[in-house]
């Protein structure tokens, strides 16, 4: 799993004015149209495990398959809303469960001196010290295929992102005199932990959230093209990618939808995290 | 002293760090008491440990020795609840009000919160509350809805002294109250306080390095240096008739009301020592202007002394027979 940078540099920077301090517009924009079409695609578009053989490796704007169809006649639009779904589905399940365990561990340890934090740290860095994706391979293979495990796998590896950065902010938090006082009004610790401390992680947390969805789907869509992800017959972005290698001279646009449709959801993703970035800091110099 | 109960009588405190492992022993033997409407003012420079002492009576930094009793109680002693009760009746004032009010929560929020802690009343109850401690701190009701980054630091203060009013405490602590303000505004935040205690008959430790202010708001003077009080008394004894050289000192610096008034300042030469290697015998020695050997060996305890206040000196009051050295900038 790539290492998360809320702090990238505005993307402005490097797409010209068009994204000028619009980056969150034209993210949030990008990122619901994807959702959009992952949720109602899959309705609207023909079934993606029909196969007709006599129509097999269409190219794009074919008659009834805009988007040609692949090695078995399946439809490609269809196959790649579904994917969308599936790869949708994964990286926003995955990233909950990664921001949760995540945030609740470090607030725990922000809130708490002495063996629980120093337990929650250590395993925060013991998990870093791994690349990811090799133990995301080992502990699948393990447990097995399907959904369910692979949120599970997913998400349960990568919180160590957001326990880091969570806790580092939360602890300069508890520091604060605001919650100095709040102990001395007599808040009790989920009072204070609810009440000053998450709304004051909240900004980073929403930051982080935007580039792990997409830190997620490049996970998931590589584990699915090792064949470790989607279940046989479930199409995903990433064992579509996979298929079609062996058509790549034949029929490029087999790669190049798949590959299209992952970069145009990180991207999204990417600038949507960016634009919340100079939102949310914009927010914070004036109120300090 | 009066033969009334003490409201706050802490004994013997004493607070350490441990910074790297060694023993930092920030608040070291101090005692100070609070009678039922009295204002005490704790005075010494930065780092003497005044703040720690707010914080160690309030239950943040735990007791490495001592005790203290509110109203006749052991709070230190106390259980859970037993506990929480007397803390509700001492509330905290912090220093700076930029930081001590959360910038993302408004006003009645912030105000609402002791009562809802504490559980008191219902939402329409305290709602009525916030608007009464509104009126008291003296700011419209249309602060309500605000937020501390749209307030001034004056108002803000107002806000945080509400906040201690909530529930409705006997005694009040404030830490250096005003030093994060304006001058213009310090006056009206002091009166406040005074007007406070005026009305209620709140009790007042009020911690400064503003002797001052002291001599306008308090009874009685405890005055500490490196973790220790060196002398207490009455303001007035205090004041005009320091028996401690440091206690000298702190007076001599305040600046002088009338231009060229032929004040005479009382230098102290370096730095506070750190409390890290605090020095052997007196604790002020190194600075003290009427060392003697004596001073270098032996530590002087705290002991009545001439004016009905007590100070921990060995030659008490000499420093005022000594020539003193005139400031030539000042002249």
């Known amino acids: 799993m790539a290492t998360v940078t809320p702090t990238a540099a505005p993307a402005a920077t490097r797409l010209g004015p068009l994204f000028a301090g619009r980056e969150f517009l034209w993210g949030a924009l990008a990122v619901l149209l994807v959702l959009l079409v992952a949720i109602v695609g899959p309705w609207l578009a023909q079934d993606p495990a029909a196969t007709t053989l006599d129509r097999r490796l269409l190219p794009p704007f074919s008659d009834g398959h805009w988007l040609g169809t692949d090695a078995l006649g399946r439809d490609l639009w269809a196959r790649i809303v579904t994917g969308l779904e599936w790869s949708i589905a994964v990286a926003v399940a995955s990233t909950a469960i990664a921001a949760l365990i995540g945030t609740v561990l470090a607030l725990l340890a922000a809130e708490r001196a002495g063996p629980v934090r120093t337990l929650v740290l250590q395993t925060v860095d013991a998990f870093l010290s791994f690349p990811g994706l090799v133990v995301a391979i080992a502990v699948i293979a393990t447990v097995g295929h399907g959904y369910l495990p692979l949120v599970l796998t997913l998400g349960g590896l990568s919180w160590p992102v957001f326990a880091r950065v969570i806790y580092a902010e939360a602890s300069s938090l508890m520091q604060r005199d605001y919650v100095l006082a709040a102990r001395l009004a007599g808040s009790s610790r989920t009072r204070i932990l609810a009440g000053h401390v998450l709304p004051g992680v909240a900004p980073t947390l929403l930051v982080m959230l935007a580039f792990h969805l997409a830190d997620m789907l490049v996970a998931e869509s590589a584990l699915s093209f090792l064949g470790l992800g989607a279940p046989l017959g479930e199409p995903s972005l990433g064992n579509m990618l996979a298929e079609s290698?062996?058509?790549?001279?034949?029929?490029?646009?087999?790669?190049?939808?798949?590959?299209?449709?992952?970069?145009?959801?990180?991207v999204s993703a990417n600038l949507l995290g960016d634009g919340l970035t100079e939102r949310l800091r914009g927010r914070a110099r004036r109120a300090p | 002293m009066t033969g009334r109960e003490p409201l706050l009588d802490a004994d013997d405190l004493r607070v350490t760090f441990r910074p790297g492992g060694r023993e930092?022993?920030?608040?070291?033997?101090?005692?100070?008491?609070?009678?039922?409407?009295?204002?005490?003012?704790?005075?010494?420079?930065?780092?003497?440990?005044?703040?720690?002492?707010?914080?160690?009576?309030?239950?943040?930094?735990?007791?490495?020795?001592?005790?203290?009793?509110?109203?006749?109680?052991?709070?230190?002693?106390?259980?859970?609840?037993?506990?929480?009760?007397?803390?509700?009746?001492?509330?905290?004032?912090?220093?700076?009000?930029?930081?001590?009010?959360?910038?993302?929560?408004?006003?009645?929020?912030?105000?609402?919160?002791?009562?809802?802690?504490?559980?008191?009343?219902?939402?329409?109850?305290?709602?009525a509350r916030v608007r009464e401690l509104l009126g008291q701190v003296g700011l419209p009701l249309d602060a309500l809805e605000r937020r501390p980054p749209q307030l001034s630091g004056g108002q803000r203060q107002r806000i945080a002294i509400a906040r201690a009013l909530a529930l409705e405490p006997r005694l009040l602590i404030a830490d250096e109250p005003v030093s994060a303000l304006d001058v213009s505004i310090q006056a009206q935040i002091v009166n406040l306080l005074l007007d406070v205690q005026r009305t209620r008959g709140t009790s007042l430790l009020v911690i400064t390095h503003d002797i001052a202010l002291v001599h306008h708001v308090a009874h009685r003077v405890v005055v500490m240096y490196l973790g220790r009080v060196v002398e207490t008394g009455a303001v007035d004894d205090v004041i005009l008739r320091p028996q401690h050289p440091y206690t000298a000192a702190l007076i001599s610096a305040v600046p002088a009301r009338r231009a060229g008034g032929a004040r005479q300042r009382i230098l102290l030469p370096g730095e506070p020592p750190s409390p890290l290697e605090p020095p052997a015998g007196c604790r002020?020695?190194?600075?003290?202007?009427?060392?003697?050997?004596?001073?270098?060996?032996?530590?002087?305890?705290?002991a009545p002394a001439a004016g009905g206040g007590a100070t921990a000196c060995h030659f008490p009051g000499e420093l005022g027979a000594l020539p003193l050295a005139r400031d030539e900038r000042l002249a």
Do not use: N
């Not at chain 2, 007791?63 to 609840?81: I, Y």
């Not at chain 2, 009010?101 to 006003?107: A, C, G, K, M």
């Not at chain 2, 002020?284 to 705290?302: G, K, M, N, Q, T």
């Open chain 2, 284 to 302: 002020f020695h190194p600075r003290c202007p009427i060392a003697r050997d004596r001073c270098r060996i032996e530590s002087p305890p705290l």
């Open chain 1, 245 to 266: 290698r062996q058509y790549l001279y034949v029929a490029p646009w087999l790669m190049f939808v798949p590959a299209c449709a992952i970069v145009l959801v990180v």
């Open chain 2, 24 to 127: 930092l022993r920030a608040v070291d033997g101090v005692s100070l008491q609070v009678l039922p409407g009295e204002t005490v003012a704790l005075v010494g420079e930065s780092g003497s440990g005044k703040s720690t002492v707010a914080l160690a009576l309030m239950g943040v930094h735990p007791l490495a020795g001592g005790r203290v009793r509110f109203e006749g109680r052991d709070v230190t002693a106390a259980g859970g609840a037993e506990r929480k009760a007397l803390r509700r009746r001492m509330q905290l004032i912090l220093q700076d009000p930029y930081g001590s009010l959360d910038p993302r929560w408004s006003v009645a929020r912030i105000l609402a919160e002791p009562l809802v802690a504490h559980d008191v009343g219902t939402p329409e109850e305290r709602a």
